[in-house]
C-alpha cells in the first residue's frame, strides 16, 4: 500500500538507554556529578543526571534546618552534588548537596570557645527554649533557665521571638552530639556574687511573694534573688498550718535577712522578727509567783491551755485545777480534767521553761492563796481580838483595885 509505520518513541527510549547506560558508567560512592531538578516533594528533590534519577533528600540540603526543599533549590536549577549511596540493581542513586560544602560541626569547638559571646538569629522558640542560629547549619539552645536570673519567667517568648537577632554567651559545646548551649543571663553579672556585699544579716528588706509552698514562702527581693521565709518565721504565737494563712502570692511584704549563703544560693528571712519576740518580753518581764489573767481557749486530757495574749499561750495542768472548778459531764457526774472554754480567770505562774517555750499555770495554788489569806486574816482577827479582851480585862482589874 506504499504506507511506512515508523515510531519515534522506540527512537527516544533507545537515547534514553544509551544516555542512561553512559551515566551509569560514571556514578559511583562518593562521585561528584551535575543534574537539573527535575521536580519537588515533600522530603527531597529528584535530579535528573542524564538519563537516571537520584534523590536529594532535604536532609541533605543543607547543614542548616530545611523544612521544605524549595528553601534552597527549584525545578530547573543546575547542581553539583555528591553520590552518597548507589544501589545498581534497583538503579536507586542518593544525592546530596550539603556534603559538597566543609561540615561545620568538624571545627566548632575553635569556632566557638566557652564563655565567648556570638549573635545569631532565633529560628525557633519552644517551652524549654530558643534555638539560635548561629551560621548555616549551626544551630544553639538557649534554655529557658539561662535567659534571666529571676525564676519568674513562664515561657521562653516572654524574652526573645523568632527572627530577633540576639546575643549570647557559649556555655558548653558538644561535637559529636552537634549541640551548642548558650546563654543570655550570662550577659549581666549574676547577682549572687555581690549579695552578700549588698546586704547583711539582721537588715530589713521588701519583696514581692513570688511562691508558697507547705515549709515556707519564697520572696523576691531583687531580680535572680530570692529568699526564703520558713513558716516557722512567720509568727512568734501563731500556730500556722500553711504560709497562706499570713501572706499571699504576689503580695509585697517586709522581712528580715537572717541567713546569707550565696555560694548555695539560700537567703533567710523572717516575718516575726519584724516584732519584738513576745516570748522573750513574757520571760523577762514574769517570774515564778506573778499572777496573770487569760481565757481558756482549748482543752486536753492533761489540761487547759490558756491565752495570755493573742497566739501566746499556757498550760494550766489538771493537777492544778481544782476538783470543784473542773467542768462536770452531765452523764454520771464523772469529773474531766477541763474548764469552761472561753472562761476567763486569775492563773499564778507556777513554770517558766523559755528554751521550750513553756508556761505552767495554776488555779489550785490561786486557791491555796486565798485559803492561806483567809486564814492569816482570821487569824489576825482573832490576834486583835484577844488583845482587846486583855486590854478590858487588864482595865477591870485596875479600876477593882482602885476601888
Given at each position: 500500500?506504499?504506507?511506512?509505520?515508523?515510531?519515534?518513541?522506540?527512537?527516544?527510549?533507545?537515547?534514553?538507554?544509551?544516555?542512561?547506560?553512559?551515566a551509569?558508567?560514571?556514578?559511583?560512592?562518593?562521585?561528584?556529578?551535575?543534574?537539573?531538578?527535575?521536580?519537588?516533594?515533600?522530603?527531597?528533590?529528584?535530579?535528573?543526571?542524564?538519563?537516571?534519577?537520584?534523590?536529594?533528600?532535604?536532609?541533605?540540603?543543607?547543614?542548616?534546618?530545611?523544612?521544605?526543599?524549595?528553601?534552597?533549590?527549584?525545578?530547573?536549577?543546575?547542581?553539583?552534588?555528591?553520590?552518597?549511596?548507589f544501589?545498581?540493581?534497583?538503579?536507586?542513586?542518593?544525592?546530596?548537596?550539603?556534603?559538597?560544602?566543609?561540615?561545620?560541626?568538624?571545627?566548632?569547638?575553635?569556632?566557638?570557645?566557652?564563655?565567648?559571646?556570638?549573635?545569631?538569629?532565633?529560628?525557633?522558640?519552644?517551652?524549654y527554649?530558643?534555638?539560635?542560629?548561629?551560621?548555616?547549619?549551626?544551630?544553639?539552645?538557649?534554655?529557658?533557665?539561662?535567659?534571666?536570673?529571676?525564676?519568674?519567667?513562664k515561657?521562653?517568648?516572654?524574652?526573645?521571638?523568632?527572627?530577633?537577632?540576639?546575643?549570647a554567651?557559649?556555655?558548653?559545646?558538644?561535637?559529636?552530639d552537634?549541640?551548642?548551649?548558650?546563654g543570655i543571663?550570662?550577659l549581666?553579672a549574676?547577682?549572687?556574687?555581690?549579695?552578700?556585699e549588698?546586704?547583711?544579716?539582721?537588715?530589713?528588706?521588701e519583696?514581692r511573694?513570688?511562691?508558697?509552698?507547705?515549709?515556707?514562702?519564697?520572696?523576691?527581693?531583687?531580680?535572680?534573688?530570692?529568699?526564703?521565709?520558713?513558716?516557722?518565721?512567720?509568727?512568734?504565737?501563731?500556730?500556722?498550718k500553711?504560709?497562706?494563712?499570713?501572706v499571699?502570692?504576689?503580695?509585697?511584704?517586709?522581712?528580715?535577712?537572717?541567713?546569707?549563703?550565696?555560694?548555695?544560693?539560700?537567703l533567710?528571712?523572717?516575718?516575726?522578727?519584724?516584732?519584738?519576740?513576745?516570748?522573750?518580753?513574757?520571760?523577762?518581764?514574769?517570774?515564778?509567783?506573778?499572777?496573770?489573767r487569760?481565757?481558756?481557749?482549748r482543752?486536753?486530757?492533761?489540761?487547759?491551755?490558756?491565752?495570755?495574749l493573742?497566739g501566746?499561750e499556757?498550760?494550766?495542768?489538771?493537777?492544778?485545777?481544782?476538783?470543784?472548778?473542773?467542768?462536770?459531764?452531765?452523764?454520771?457526774?464523772?469529773?474531766?480534767?477541763?474548764?469552761?472554754?472561753?472562761?476567763?480567770l486569775?492563773?499564778?505562774?507556777i513554770?517558766?521553761?523559755?528554751?521550750?517555750?513553756?508556761?505552767?499555770?495554776?488555779?489550785?495554788?490561786?486557791?491555796?492563796?486565798?485559803e492561806?489569806l483567809?486564814?492569816e486574816?482570821?487569824?489576825?482577827?482573832?490576834?486583835?481580838?484577844t488583845?482587846?479582851?486583855?486590854d478590858?480585862?487588864?482595865?477591870?482589874?485596875t479600876?477593882?483595885?482602885?476601888?
Amino acid at each position: 500500500r506504499n504506507n511506512a509505520v515508523v515510531s519515534r518513541r522506540v527512537l527516544l527510549e533507545n537515547e534514553q538507554e544509551l544516555r542512561k547506560t553512559e551515566a551509569l558508567a560514571h556514578i559511583s560512592e562518593g562521585a561528584v556529578v551535575t543534574g537539573v531538578i527535575k521536580n519537588l516533594t515533600d522530603y527531597g528533590a529528584f535530579v535528573d543526571l542524564g538519563g537516571i534519577d537520584g534523590l536529594l533528600h532535604v536532609s541533605d540540603l543543607s547543614y542548616g534546618n530545611v523544612t521544605h526543599p524549595s528553601a534552597v533549590v527549584q525545578v530547573g536549577d543546575q547542581v553539583t552534588v555528591k553520590v552518597l549511596k548507589f544501589d545498581l540493581e534497583k538503579e536507586r542513586i542518593s544525592l546530596g548537596l550539603k556534603q559538597m560544602y566543609p561540615d561545620p560541626w568538624s571545627n566548632i569547638d575553635a569556632h566557638y570557645p566557652m564563655q565567648s559571646r556570638v549573635i545569631g538569629r532565633v529560628v525557633s522558640v519552644t517551652d524549654y527554649g530558643a534555638f539560635v542560629e548561629l551560621e548555616p547549619g549551626v544551630e544553639g539552645l538557649i534554655h529557658i533557665s539561662e535567659m534571666t536570673w529571676s525564676r519568674r519567667m513562664k515561657h521562653p517568648s516572654k524574652v526573645v521571638k523568632v527572627g530577633d537577632q540576639v546575643e549570647a554567651v557559649v556555655l558548653e559545646v558538644k561535637p559529636k552530639d552537634r549541640r551548642i548551649s548558650l546563654g543570655i543571663k550570662q550577659l549581666e553579672a549574676d547577682p549572687w556574687t555581690t549579695v552578700a556585699e549588698r546586704y547583711s544579716v539582721g537588715s530589713v528588706v521588701e519583696g514581692r511573694v513570688r511562691k508558697l509552698s507547705d515549709f515556707g514562702a519564697f520572696i523576691e527581693i531583687e531580680e535572680g534573688v530570692d529568699g526564703l521565709v520558713h513558716i516557722s518565721d512567720m509568727s512568734w504565737t501563731t500556730r500556722i498550718k500553711h504560709p497562706s494563712e499570713m501572706v499571699k502570692k504576689g503580695q509585697i511584704v517586709q522581712a528580715v535577712i537572717l541567713n546569707i549563703d550565696a555560694p548555695n544560693r539560700r537567703l533567710s528571712l523572717g516575718v516575726k522578727q519584724l516584732q519584738p519576740d513576745a516570748w522573750e518580753t513574757f520571760f523577762r518581764t514574769h517570774q515564778i509567783g506573778d499572777i496573770v489573767r487569760g481565757h481558756v481557749c482549748r482543752s486536753s486530757a492533761f489540761g487547759a491551755f490558756v491565752e495570755l495574749l493573742p497566739g501566746f499561750e499556757g498550760l494550766c495542768h489538771k493537777s492544778e485545777i481544782p476538783t470543784e472548778g473542773r467542768k462536770r459531764a452531765n452523764a454520771g457526774e464523772i469529773e474531766e480534767p477541763l474548764l469552761p472554754i472561753g472562761q476567763e480567770l486569775d492563773f499564778k505562774v507556777i513554770k517558766l521553761n523559755e528554751p521550750q517555750k513553756r508556761i505552767g499555770l495554776s488555779l489550785r495554788a490561786m486557791a491555796d492563796d486565798e485559803e492561806r489569806l483567809r486564814l492569816e486574816d482570821y487569824q489576825r482577827q482573832a490576834a486583835i481580838a484577844t488583845s482587846t479582851m486583855g486590854d478590858v480585862i487588864r482595865h477591870h482589874g485596875t479600876q477593882d483595885d482602885q476601888n
